[in-house]
């Protein structure tokens, strides 16, 4: 390995600290680093920036939290760049190092001990009439739902253009297996290993009970309307980036051409992080 980006957490003194101690490291050993605080992409259909990653960069390293992680996937969604977060606290469900093992993880990188996990990704679109008027690659999942509280809100799904029902209550989450630990498993949806191929349905709050969580397969096509006069109905993506949806828009979602590529050591357990992070077996 001969070339690093390094990108960390906006305006915490912490991440910028680790970050420099991460670079310097790296530097000792002859590799190259680009390194650049984050940016801030969050907001409702507001212009997409991204960082401009070197062409020579053979992985990225990102420090801060999983939304961070998130956000700088999208920078690299048209690139087969390998990425390891580093999470300044414990452990996240995708920076899944901490600061105090996170250089131990890096020799074992260098070293060759580490495979390339391939996660599915999703590419969420809004059509209103004959344009799409958005269009997003998604890691988490994309949650349509209302801006006022106590409101219920209707939806018809279709996917691959066959009717399969109509929710009535919160809203609705489509996700991937890597989202599945994310809002999907606070709504009740199952847990999915994140290497899976599919997609998961869930509604939030469902008005009637028997609707429950569906998973299909990765090839599928879901499409969701708005069956009232839309008012405050509002589209968001991986939590961060959102759209407002209007009455017959149309919202798209289908498996995204690229996955994101995991660097993964040896030291790091999908089934730890899941114990740690949801408490399992603690009173």
């Not at 969420?124 to 809100?153: C, M, P, Y």
């Not at 709504?187 to 939030?204: D, E, K, M």
């Not at 397969?217 to 991986?238: G, H, N, Q, R, Y």
Request: glycine share 8%; charged share 20%.
């Amino acid at each position: 390995m001969r070339h690093v980006s390094l990108i960390y957490k906006r305006m915490r003194p912490e991440a910028a600290r680790l970050a420099h101690q991460i670079a310097e490291w790296f530097q000792r050993r002859k590799i190259q680093v680009f390194i650049v605080e984050n940016i801030d992409n969050s907001g409702v259909c507001r212009s997409y920036e991204k960082i401009d990653i070197p062409s020579e960069t053979e992985a990225v390293v990102v420090v801060g939290g999983d939304g961070t992680f998130l956000s700088v996937a999208r920078f690299i969604e048209e690139r087969a760049i390998p990425i390891i977060g580093v999470n300044l606290g414990g452990l996240g469900f995708l920076t899944e190092i901490n600061a105090e093992t996170c250089f131990a993880e890096f020799e074992k990188i260098l070293a060759g001990d580490f495979e390339i996990e391939e996660r599915m990704a999703l590419r969420v679109s809004v059509r209103r009439g004959d344009q799409e008027i958005f269009s997003h690659r998604v890691l988490n999942d994309a949650v349509i739902n209302k801006a006022a509280l106590a409101r219920i809100i209707d939806l018809h799904a279709t996917i691959n253009g066959h009717f399969l029902t109509h929710y009535r209550g919160d809203g609705l989450i489509i996700c991937t297996p890597t989202g599945s630990t994310a809002y999907n498993v606070s709504a009740g949806g199952p847990i999915i290993f994140p290497t899976a191929r599919v997609v998961i349905l869930t509604p939030i709050c469902p008005f009637t009970l028997a609707n429950r969580a569906i998973v299909f397969p990765a090839e599928v096509m879901v499409s969701v309307e708005v069956a009232e006069p839309a008012s405050d109905v509002t589209l968001t993506c991986d939590g961060q980036v959102g759209c407002p949806i209007r009455d017959l828009d149309q919202v798209n979602v289908t498996a995204a051409p690229n996955p994101l590529r995991l660097i993964k050591t040896s030291g790091v357990n999908h089934f730890d992080i899941l114990r740690t992070k949801l408490k399992w077996g603690q009173q």
